[in-house]
């Protein structure tokens, strides 16, 4: 069993009744940190495999689960939890990290995953990459979220000031998402607007709606 495999079975048994509290509470502390979604949303199933990554990475949700794990699956879960986050470019097979400075030669991923890739040529996304070297592996897992291209230039200040203050991974990369869900909520608004050094904080407010925008979901905008 592989550990792309392993990640996929981890996430079909965090279906379980038995732990839905558990997942629960996870999800909750995942959309505090990355923004809320709703089955009405458009990027619903898109942040729903973002929280499944973390979830099975940093989350060790794997953990929970593991009396049902078979022991070739168990062996992956250490190299799961030590996962490297990044927030990576594509250059064919070769991921560059923008945020550490990280090139990792991805060796495998799934057909969802490469079509996304595909997809979004020149785009920055958060994503989560499993290195092992017995056997060796280095894979791209599912749940990557795509920054949109017109937020490039505007995240590359975010990562300067991120950087100035010693901010950890985990916190850049959560307050990037957090922005993405502020653009892709409004209506109408540049890049610049959503992704703006300010807002690193995980209490900051979030970008309000300007004189004549039009709000997505049932948010009125100011006339």
Known sequence: MGVLETAAHIVELGVGAEIASHV?????????????FVPEDPWFEERSRAFWCDAVTAGRFGREVRGQLSEDERAWLGPLERAHRGLFRA????????????????????????????????????????????PYVVALLPGAVFHPRDATAA????????????????????????MARTLRSLSRVKAAYAYRP???????????????RVARRGTKARS
């Open 155 to 178: 995240i590359a200040p975010v990562l300067a000031a991120a950087h100035a203050r010693s901010l950890p991974t985990a916190d850049t990369l959560d307050a990037l998402l957090r």
């Open 24 to 36: 629960a509470a996870m999800r909750a502390g995942f959309e505090a940190r990355a923004g809320a």
């Open 91 to 134: 250059e064919g097979a070769l991921l560059v990290d923008e945020w550490s400075g990280a090139e990792l030669v991805v060796t495998s991923m799934d057909e969802a995953s490469r079509a996304e890739l595909d997809a979004a040529a020149g785009q920055l996304f958060d994503a989560r990459v499993v290195g092992n070297d017995e």
């Open 198 to 212: 300010d807002a690193l904080s995980a209490h900051a407010p979030e970008a309000p709606v300007l004189p004549g």
